[in-house]
C-alpha cells in the first residue's frame, strides 16, 4: 500500500515538472524582428541654363521595425524608424560672353552716305572692304589728277612737302600754272607725287592695259608694264589716294626710297640712311595714303623695317611699323577730311583709314601684319 502510494506521488510529481518546462520554453522562444523596407523617392532637378539638360537625385529612405522580449515574463514592442533625405539642388549655367577687346567688327560703319552699309554686319571686314573699294572705283586720267587740288581753309593749295618757315607755305594758289610752273603770288615748280612709288608697283591689270575706268584682277608685272603713265592713262597710277601735288625738288629726293624717320621728326622733309622723312605736317598723311594702297592693291605689301623683303624696285613698301607711328602721333587734320572727300567726289571710293581714324581702324587692321587681300 505504502508502494502504491509512493508511485502515485511520482508519477504526479513527473507531469508538473513536463508542464514547467514546456511553459518555460514557450516564453523563452527567440525573439522574432519585422523588418518592413519603403522606397522614397525625392527628385531634385538640376537646370543646365544653355543645354536644356535636366539632372535627377533619387534618395531611398529605409524604416525598420523590431519586435523583441525583454524578459520571460513580459512582452515589449519597440520600433526604430531611421529616415535619411538628401535633398541637393545643382545649377548649371552656362554664359556666352561678347568680348569687349576692340574689333574690325565693332565699328560704326554708318555715314558717308552709306558708302560702307554693306561692311555694317559683315564677318570678313578686311576681304569685305577691299572688295568694296575696288568695286566703286572710278579712274581718272592722269591728266585731271593735276587739277584736282587741295586747299587750306584760307583757300591756299596744300602743296606736300611744303613746310611752315618756307617762304611758299600757303601762298600757293590753286593753279597747275604753265607745265607745273607756278609764278604768281610766289615762284614755285609743283609735280604730282605718287606716295607709294611708281618703282614699287611692280603689278598691273590682268588685261595689261594702261587705260582702264574700273578696278580690275591684278597680277605681277614682269617688267614690262612699268611705265611713266601720259596724261592720258588711267588705271592704279592714277588712283587720287597716291597721287598729291607737291614740290618738285623733295619729290625727286624722295624717288624710290622708303618712309623712315633715320633722323628723328623735323618740320622739313629730308632723306637720310636710304629712307625719306616728309615732315612733321605730312607723316600722318602719308601713312593713311600708304595703307589704303595696301588695302586696295593685292601684291602690294608695307613690310617692318628690317623685314627680309624690304628691297626697293618690287611690291613690297615701308615700313609699316613706322607708318603706324606716324598714324599716331600725326592724326586726321580738317583739310586731309575735305581731301579725302574731294578724291570720293571724282573717282567715288573712299579711305577708310581717314573716315574711321577716331575707331582705330588701322591699328586693328594691321594688328596682326599687312593683310594682302586677293582678288
Same mark, same amino acid.
Request: a negative charge.
Given at each position: ?30 525573439? +522574432?524582428?519585422?523588418? *518592413?523596407? @519603403?522606397?522614397?523617392?525625392? $527628385? %531634385?532637378? #538640376? /537646370?543646365?541654363?544653355? =543645354? &536644356?539638360? !535636366? ?18 515574463? +513580459?512582452?515589449?514592442? *519597440?520600433? @526604430?524608424?531611421?529616415?535619411? $533625405? %538628401?535633398? #541637393? /539642388?545643382?545649377?548649371? =549655367? &552656362?554664359? !556666352? ?24 554686319? @559683315? ?253
Amino acid at each position: 500500500m505504502k508502494n502504491m502510494k509512493r508511485l502515485l506521488i511520482l508519477f504526479l510529481l513527473g507531469i508538473a515538472s513536463v508542464s514547467v518546462v514546456s511553459c518555460d520554453n514557450w516564453f523563452s522562444k527567440t525573439t +522574432t524582428t519585422a523588418s *518592413t523596407t @519603403s522606397l522614397v523617392s525625392s $527628385t %531634385v532637378a #538640376s /537646370t543646365v541654363t544653355d =543645354t &536644356s539638360v !535636366t539632372a535627377t537625385e533619387t534618395t531611398t529612405t529605409f524604416t525598420t521595425t523590431t519586435v523583441s522580449s525583454t524578459d520571460s515574463s +513580459t512582452i515589449t514592442t *519597440t520600433t @526604430s524608424t531611421t529616415t535619411t $533625405t %538628401v535633398s #541637393s /539642388t545643382t545649377t548649371a =549655367t &552656362s554664359t !556666352t560672353t561678347t568680348s569687349s577687346e576692340p574689333s574690325l567688327l565693332n565699328i560704326d560703319y554708318s555715314g558717308f552716305s552709306n558708302y560702307y552699309a554693306s561692311i555694317q554686319d @559683315s564677318t570678313d571686314v578686311i576681304s569685305d572692304m577691299a572688295s568694296l573699294l575696288r568695286s566703286t572705283i572710278r579712274y581718272v586720267t592722269y591728266g585731271e589728277a593735276r587739277y584736282i587740288y587741295y586747299e587750306y581753309d584760307d583757300g591756299s593749295q596744300v602743296v606736300l612737302y611744303d613746310w611752315p618757315s618756307s617762304s611758299t607755305y600757303q601762298q600757293i594758289p590753286l593753279t597747275w600754272g604753265s607745265g607745273g610752273s607756278i609764278t604768281s603770288p610766289v615762284s614755285v615748280t609743283i609735280n604730282r607725287e605718287h606716295v607709294w612709288a611708281r618703282n614699287d608697283m611692280k603689278i598691273k591689270p590682268q588685261s595689261g592695259s594702261t587705260s582702264i575706268s574700273r578696278y580690275e584682277p591684278h597680277i605681277l608685272d614682269n617688267g614690262t608694264f612699268y611705265h611713266s603713265p601720259s596724261n592720258t592713262d588711267s588705271g592704279l597710277y592714277s588712283d587720287l589716294f597716291n597721287l598729291w601735288n607737291s614740290l618738285a625738288s623733295p619729290n625727286s629726293t624722295h624717288g624710290d626710297s622708303f618712309f623712315g624717320e633715320e633722323s628723328g621728326a623735323s618740320a622739313k622733309y629730308y632723306s637720310s640712311g636710304g629712307v625719306f622723312y616728309p615732315g612733321d605736317e605730312y607723316k600722318g598723311d602719308i601713312a593713311r595714303m600708304l595703307f589704303y594702297m595696301t588695302l586696295m592693291y593685292p601684291y602690294l605689301t608695307l613690310v617692318d623695317k628690317g623685314d627680309s623683303n624690304a628691297v626697293e624696285g618690287s611690291y613690297f613698301y615701308g615700313y609699316l611699323d613706322v607708318l603706324l607711328e606716324w598714324n599716331a602721333e600725326d592724326p586726321v587734320s580738317d583739310y586731309e577730311i575735305a581731301k579725302a572727300q574731294l578724291n570720293f567726289d571724282e573717282q567715288r571710293n573712299r579711305n577708310p583709314f581717314v573716315d574711321f581714324y577716331d575707331q582705330d581702324f588701322a591699328e586693328l587692321l594691321f594688328a596682326y601684319g599687312d593683310p594682302n587681300v586677293a582678288d
